[in-house]
């Protein structure tokens, strides 16, 4: 099953941004997708060894800030409006957690940021969505304090994406 790795804000921001996402794709009929970073994504074939991957991941990192840094716009179908983010929490440290098994590639956590719209390829509309974002969400900071594991690729239709799996980051799990 194809699926994807997500890190999460926790609910307060999350609804603050999901509100911005749904918004967008209210007004200018876009899809309707969960906030969320990818931390991984298109992974191919069997859930477990994700799962297990996660579950060792998980409680070894611990909830961190993120701060929406800028507001950006790209041609990139998935970021066409998005926030990018800095974050305490390097690459680096992702890296000695995750097993090769799970990942070997440089698609681990690149380029942090939570897309706001997907598919705006009218240049004047991803100028008036970013100029909403620059107002209202421009320097807010929250804390990132979920893992997700989801099924969503390039090769799943957005309206399909589902959460299956999630775990707080930095909870011990049951034994």
Not at 76 to 92: G, H, I, M, N, P
């Amino acid at each position: 099953m194809d699926h994807s790795v997500w890190l999460r804000p926790e609910p307060g921001a999350r609804a603050k941004i999901q509100a911005s996402i749904n918004r967008f794709a209210s007004e200018r009929n876009m899809q309707v997708f969960k906030a969320h970073m990818t931390l991984i994504g298109d992974l191919a074939g069997a859930l477990q060894p994700t799962i297990d991957a996660c579950n060792s991941l998980a409680p070894r990192i611990k909830p961190f800030q993120a701060t929406v840094a800028s507001v950006d716009c790209s041609d990139d179908f998935f970021k066409a409006v998005y926030l990018r983010l800095e974050v305490e929490l390097s690459r680096q440290t992702l890296a000695q957690y995750i097993p090769e098994t799970l990942v070997t590639d440089d698609r681990v956590f690149r380029h942090p940021h939570i897309s706001i719209a997907y598919g705006a390829s009218d240049a004047g509309v991803r100028e008036q969505i970013t100029g909403f974002l620059e107002q209202a969400l421009l320097g807010y900071s929250f804390q990132v304090d979920e893992l997700a594991i989801v099924r969503s690729a390039v090769s799943i239709p957005i309206d399909e994406w589902k959460i299956l799996y999630k775990m707080k980051l930095g909870a011990t799990l049951p034994r």
